[in-house]
T-cell receptor, first 114, second 114 residues
Framework: DPKIIQKPKYLVAVTGSEKILICEQY?????MYWYRQSAKKPLEFMFS???????DNQTASSRFQPQSSKKNHLDLQITALKPDDSATYFC?????????????FGPGTRLLVL | GDSVTQTEGQVTVSESKSLIINCTYS????????LFWYVRYPGEGLQLLLK?????QKGSSRGFEATYNKEATSFHLQKASVQESDSAVYYC???????????FGQGTKLSIKP
């Protein structure tokens, strides 16, 4: 059974619209993360949360807003979508927010903005 | 800021031959970073292959090994004899001291020639 669920798997959106990417983890972890991978680019860190509190934010744009309604949820709201936002978005989690802990990744949501 | 460099985007090795995938890093934060190799097999999600949290130590998993060389700032991945099942994309990553984010290299796609 998958331990980190990301929904939807694929998403097509029009420029200017808003979408929410869902992430749920069933590993009992206390820290969660979002990463993004655009075509031909490395995985890029976006946010980290620990016990539902924001720890790191590497995203310059306020159009990206993480939302943590429960300890095991970290959704990503993206507003005013642009074609450059097209990427695969990965959610990850780790037991705690310390540097030795392994981060486990979800399968990703592939977003295409037209 | 911190960075990870994988110089080869794609590597092709004949089955049963040895492999080395190069990884060098630059870490500007205080303390030594933790180093990781992640792997993505075809059709699967990103998963941890091995990690080393102490400079000078070696990590190993599934026949792969990597040594944390702080003098050379390298963390090359090696395997003595590759198999077709090793075909995948390999990512080197670091996590700086007291930081939540993983910083990834570009990834190296390994193809095995039968």
């Amino acid at each position: 059974d998958p331990k980190i669920i990301q929904k939807p798997k694929y998403l097509v959106a029009v420029t200017g619209s808003e979408k929410i990417l869902i992430c749920e983890q069933y590993l009992g972890h206390n820290a969660m993360y979002w990463y993004r991978q655009s075509a031909k680019k490395p995985l890029e860190f976006m946010f980290s949360y620990s016990y539902q509190k924001l720890m790191d934010n590497q995203t310059a744009s306020s159009r990206f807003q993480p939302q943590s309604s429960k300890k095991n949820h970290l959704d990503l709201q993206i507003t005013a979508l642009k074609p450059d936002d097209s990427a695969t978005y990965f959610c990850a989690s780790s037991q705690d927010w310390i540097n030795q802990d392994t981060q486990y990744f979800g399968p990703g949501t592939r977003l295409l903005v037209l | 800021g911190d960075s990870v460099t994988q110089t080869e985007g794609q590597v092709t090795v004949s089955e049963s031959k040895s492999l080395i995938i190069n990884c060098t890093y630059s870490a500007t934060s205080i303390g030594y970073p933790n180093l990781f190799w992640y792997v993505r097999y075809p059709g699967e999600g990103l998963q941890l292959l091995l990690k080393v949290i102490t400079a000078g130590q070696k990590g190993s998993s599934r026949g792969f090994e990597a040594t944390y060389n702080k003098e050379a700032t390298s963390f090359h991945l090696q395997k003595a004899s590759v198999q077709e099942s090793d075909s995948a994309v390999y990512y080197c990553a670091l996590r700086g001291y007291n930081q939540g984010k993983l910083i990834f290299g570009q990834g190296t796609k390994l193809s095995i020639k039968p």
